[in-house]
């Protein structure tokens, strides 16, 4: 499979250059040049399958020759096989149309373990041949940062530094962080701001003193292969609802556009999705792109749901490629706009080609609440919040009569409830208790370095600890 940029002037790279590449060279994202396609033949053979063995299926043809079929469906395997439920993703029902689709039973309690447990073995695995090893630089308000370092972890030829604003990410996301005891893994609160943080990190991308003599490397949402490992779960749960012979809906807690964009993948793979419903908080940038066409950045606001607390929707952009019939000329020229004026109005045929599979709903705090409290008083179970407006967005448009009552609509829940234990007391009085998995956080000791928000403090932190 060859891997092509968004804004078509980044060279073509294959599955083992894309996943260890960001983002394009000419500012873009990668996409696959085509789509795979499964007949409903095919589909209904997956039926059965165990979760890795499923992910190997709708895997294969993006890896291409990147790895043996062997070597593919080892990864899968190992990554999945320390999930902590024997489904890996589990599908639970609500009611008779709603469904909840589990994304939580990784090391951190968050759908991102599904992707980054795989991505690491693939980093390892890409990474033998070579004799540098890659230095992952990121930064984190919370949650990527433990699901990376959790991935990273133990990992031959990587190494990763993850620096966080201290003091200002919850107590159980940075012991998840910090209480990891790889050696390969340097947590660093730095004396600042998220935004302090992240715009160190783009300089240190740029920045000779590290780029000379080390090769760097990121894990953020724009990965491929991230995405890639995402589009599993649709098919899972849309087989076990019987796909490919009845259609299925998705509501997606939505933040930088990769999870649901997932599910748009699945689609055009041949699964019969219904409808993607991309559910946001108050930061609402994508439901106003989708209805009104008006992808424009507004306020940023800190809500109960913070890793939906977005300014910009970065894989929006694929999204916006895929509408304007893969005319990578004119979405560069609309991308440079966007960089210039942060506006950017979608055209007709843009706004045509998403409404037919996109629907968009956006939750207040107080919808987030009701739909926690519905889901434990009516249905006995516990969900965070991210999850919650994710239920409130699919319980909104079945009750306007939007989806056909004979059609499943499934949530994702994205995170773990304990993750979020202020939010869930406050909606149902109780708290929720961290599953025996993650140890007793509160016993493990923590290992962090405490460095200023001075760039250069930093920087020479990373160069003096970083293997070459
Ligand atoms: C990251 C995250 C999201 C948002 O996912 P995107 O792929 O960025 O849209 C939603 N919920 C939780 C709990 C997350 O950690």
């Given amino acids: 499979m060859r891997y092509i940029s968004t804004r078509g002037r980044a060279p073509v790279l294959d599955f083992e250059g894309v996943t260890l590449t960001g983002l394009a060279s000419d500012g873009g994202l990668y996409l696959p040049e085509s789509w795979p396609q499964f007949s409903a033949d095919e589909i209904r053979a997956m039926r059965g399958l165990s979760y890795p063995e499923l992910a190997y299926e709708i895997m294969a043809p993006f890896v291409g020759d990147s790895l043996t079929d062997q070597e593919l469906l080892g990864l899968c395997q190992q990554a999945y096989g320390a999930f902590d439920h024997a489904a890996v993703t589990p599908l639970v029902q609500l009611d008779q149309q709603h469904w909840l689709l589990e994304l939580f039973h990784g090391p951190t309690l968050a759908f991102k373990d599904v992707a980054l447990q795989l991505l690491g073995l693939l980093f390892e695995k890409f990474l033998e041949k070579r004799e540098r090893p890659l230095t992952i630089i990121g930064a984190t308000s919370g949650d990527t940062g433990s699901a990376a370092i959790h991935a990273v972890a133990g990992r031959e030829g990587v190494e990763i530094f993850m620096l966080h604003p201290e003091g200002r990410v919850s107590e159980i996301q940075r012991r998840q962080m910090t209480t990891v005891s790889a050696s390969n893994v340097h947590n660093i609160a730095i004396a600042g701001s998220f935004d302090d943080a992240q715009s160190h990190v783009k300089r240190m991308f740029a920045d000779p003193v590290l780029t000379d003599t080390l090769d760097i490397g990121a894990v953020n949402s724009i990965n491929w292969a991230r995405l890639m490992a995402q589009v599993v779960y649709y098919f899972a749960a849309a087989l076990q609802l019987g796909a490919p012979d009845r259609k299925v809906a998705f509501s997606v807690p939505t933040g930088n556009f990769g999870d649901v964009f997932a599910g748009y993948v699945a689609a055009q793979m041949g699964l019969p999705v219904e409808r993607l419903i991309v559910a946001t908080n108050k930061n609402d940038i994508l439901a106003r792109a989708i209805r009104d066409g008006d992808y424009s950045v507004g306020e940023s606001h800190a809500t109960i749901t913070p890793s939906m607390d977005i300014q910009v929707s970065s894989n929006f952009e694929r999204l916006l490629f895929e509408a304007n019939g893969r005319d990578a000329e004119g979405l560069a020229a609309q991308m440079d ?77 994205t995170a773990h409830p304990a993750k979020f234990p202020d939010a869930v007391e406050q909606a149902i009085g109780t708290r929720a208790d961290l599953p025996d998995r993650v140890g007793d956080l509160f016993a493990l000791e923590e290992r962090f370095e405490t460095l200023s928000a001075d760039y250069e403090a930093v920087r020479d932190y990373i160069s003096a600890k970083a293997t070459r």
């Fill in 337 to 413: 706009g966007f960089g210039q004026s942060k506006t950017l109005a979608l055209d007709p045929m843009q706004r045509e080609g998403i409404a037919e599979m996109f629907s968009a709903h956006r939750a207040t705090p107080e919808d987030t609440l009701t739909a926690m409290r519905w889901a434990y008083e009516n249905c006995g179970e516990v969900i965070d919040p991210h999850t919650a407006v994710g239920l409130h967005a699919a319980c909104s448009l079945t009750m306007a009569d939007e989806i056909d009552p004979a059609i499943p609509v499934v949530t994702l829940a």
